[in-house]
């Protein structure tokens, strides 16, 4: 780039207000330490519609764990003292739950408050979509048939809940709302990535597991708009959460204790993955 087309570039950035705001990567790892029990399979053989939709065993998603700790389904995310203070847009995209095989797709699902929310149901069967929200405006509903969407009530505050299924009771998700859009869900390689515009500057950083609870860290936004931080949960740390994500307290943990939280999500094979079951 020439000079000439710096000082054009300089001065096009200071008119637009975009000087003071990189374009945040902040990404990472997450990983367990030590080895975690198998997870125990799901009996879907006396749910005949259910157990047809798999030619392979089923596990449940509680710990979802790679041969080297690669840790699934953490949500990590930003922390500010004011959200507001961030920036950064509601996602224009929904954000979608869905039902195959008698299983909630994905079993942890990162929202903001505001984004819109589509409940599918890929089944050619019934399920129920049942809420455990109480910060947010609650839903509990029949999906008989195969659905593309039914869009509910955005979410209105921040807050973790679970949602369950009334028809098939292994069936569990967990969703989580925040006040901005700098959060990420690791993937089954343990790999997170946040993006959107963030200020240079440090920042807290939180790592939040259903069985593991949460981890605080920092992590720095340098001028480039990037920051690399890793998180490690003990395998033996498995006790389940309380205040988690620097939000209000779970609404499922209020009527629900670790040994019911864990006991019912589904799960997928993987070969390279060693599905994992917490203990109390």
């Not at 200071?14 to 997450?30: E, H, N, P, Q, T």
């Not at 369950?164 to 009771?169: A, F, L, M, S, T």
Request: with cysteine; charged share 25%; glycine share 10%.
């Amino acid at each position: 780039m020439t000079i000439r087309n710096k000082m054009f570039a300089t001065a096009a950035c200071v008119a637009l207000g975009l000087c003071g705001a990189a374009r945040a990567d902040i990404k990472g790892s997450v990983k367990l330490d030590g080895k975690a029990p198998e997870m125990p399979e799901i009996k879907m053989a006396a749910v005949a519609e259910c157990a047809k939709q798999h030619k392979d065993p089923v596990y449940e998603e509680t710990i979802v764990a790679g041969e080297k700790g690669e840790l699934a389904n953490v949500i990590v995310s930003l922390k500010p003292d004011d959200p507001s203070a961030l920036g950064g847009e509601v996602p224009k995209e929904p954000a979608v739950l869905d039902q195959k095989g008698c299983q909630y797709v994905p079993h942890v699902l990162a929202m903001m408050v505001g984004q819109k929310m589509v409940i599918k149901n890929d089944d050619p069967f019934q399920h129920n979509v049942h809420s455990q929200s109480s910060t947010n405006p609650p839903f509990n509903f029949g999906q008989p048939n195969k659905d593309d969407g039914k869009e509910v009530e955005s979410p209105k505050a921040s807050e973790t809940y679970k949602v369950k299924c009334d028809v098939h009771p292994w069936m569990g998700a967990w969703v989580a709302v925040f006040e901005h859009p700098f959060f990420a869900v690791t993937g089954e390689d343990g790999k997170f990535d946040i993006k959107g515009k963030v200020p240079e500057g440090d920042y807290t950083i939180v790592a939040w597991h259903e069985k593991f609870g949460e981890q605080t860290g920092k992590v720095h936004v340098d001028a480039n708009g990037e920051g690399t931080t890793d998180f490690t949960f003990k395998a033996e740390g498995a006790t389940g959460p309380t205040d988690n994500i620097g939000q209000p307290k779970l609404a499922s943990a209020k009527t629900e204790g670790s040994a019911s939280m864990s006991c019912c999500e589904g799960g997928s094979k993987a070969d390279a993955m060693t599905k994992t079951a917490s203990t109390k």
